[in-house]
């Protein structure tokens, strides 16, 4: 029985509370954290939980038997937080995106090798029934070699969405929507697909004159073959329809699930080649259906790799490898120049204070409110 505690009960952390809730017979939760000690008190009350609750997560690594540590506070404290617990002797589950900068993922991945720990980087779309099996078209390599990727992060967040204090800022979210809210289809992206060996890229605010960051980004990344890639981060899109294609040279794959498949006539036009679809949507369908997706699935794979039951799927060399790209995109837009791949310590964007005194703030925030009244997460979004 594992024992642990969750650091921040802000929005993400009901997700949190509810996936260990699901596998009480391998898990439980003994500690809440949060700088605001009324927070956390509202979430013991409101799923009936037999827990200590601590203002500082020092207090709580010192004072409490905990085996896994969640990290659910925002990204600017993440690096802080995990090398914390891993020094402490705990395993680490940290929130996307893994941290502020480059720099600060490679201590992580220090101390988590260092002390022998497990740490892992939430990818909860990457546990869904619909990308384990366009995965597993993938590596058919069915489709031929992958000519062109298109991979949509639509969102829609309000005007008033920036208002929270630490949201909308480079020091404290690191970022806008490519690094909050694309970074889930970033993260799978670069895991079908690998990471590109260039980038170009351009931001902008369009429609939040209270955030410093951006609120729509549109990336090209290009691989050695001359094959590219279209990345487009949003919360401006209503709707939040998401989407990731593949286009290979003998047929087109995405999720949601939409096939086609062409070959040539003798003019060069196209004709279907229904064979090869029907091909596809079987391996497609025959994967069986996951057990738990989402945040459940993920924190089940944790507790498994823990209890060495299971290879840890996400750690934080790829989430290291997300946040890189993600870093590539803000590097480009900034300096509006192509960004080689990999970064380097060279880099200018490598620190969390070169990243501060590089970037551009499209505004400066004004008024600011501590919590909301309610923090319930709607979303149009499925992948």
Known sequence: MLNVAIVGTGAICPSHVKGYLGFSSKCKIVALCDIYPDKAQKLKEDF??????YDNYQ????????????????????????????????????????????????????????????????????FT????NLKKVLDTDLIGNILHTQVDSFWWRGHSYY????RGTWEKEGGGCTLNHAVHHIDIFQWMRGVPT???AVTSNTAHDNAEVEDISIAIARYPDGSLAQITSSVVHHGEEQQLIFQGEKARVSVPWKVKASI????????????????LTEVFEEQPDLEY?????????????????????????QGRQTLELITAIYQSANTKKTVSLPLTEKSPFYT?????????????????VENFSSNNITTGGKY
């Open 293 to 317: 997706e989402g945040h459940p699935g993920h924190i089940n794979n944790m507790i498994d790799a823990i209890n060495e039951k299971a290879k840890l799927l996400v750690d934080g060399i």
């Open 352 to 368: 969390r204070e070169g990243i501060l005194s590089t970037v551009d703030h499209f505004y400066e925030k004004g008024k600011s």
């Open 198 to 200: 260039e980038v170009t």
């Open 48 to 53: 009936h939980l037999d827990v200590n609750i």
């Open 129 to 132: 029934t619909p990308m384990m």
């Open 163 to 166: 208002d929270l204090w630490w």
């Open 59 to 126: 207090d709580l690594l010192e004072k409490e038997e905990v085996d896994l540590i969640s990290i659910c506070t925002p990204p600017y404290t993440h690096a802080e937080i995990a090398i914390g617990s891993l020094n402490a002797g705990k395993h680490v589950l940290v929130e996307k995106p893994m941290a502020s900068s480059l720099e600060e993922c490679d201590a992580m991945n220090e101390a988590a090798a260092r002390n022998d720990k497990l740490l892992s980087v939430v990818a909860q779309n990457r």
């Open 264 to 279: 040539s006539q003798e003019n060069g036009f196209p004709e279907n080649n229904s064979e090869l679809e029907q091909r």
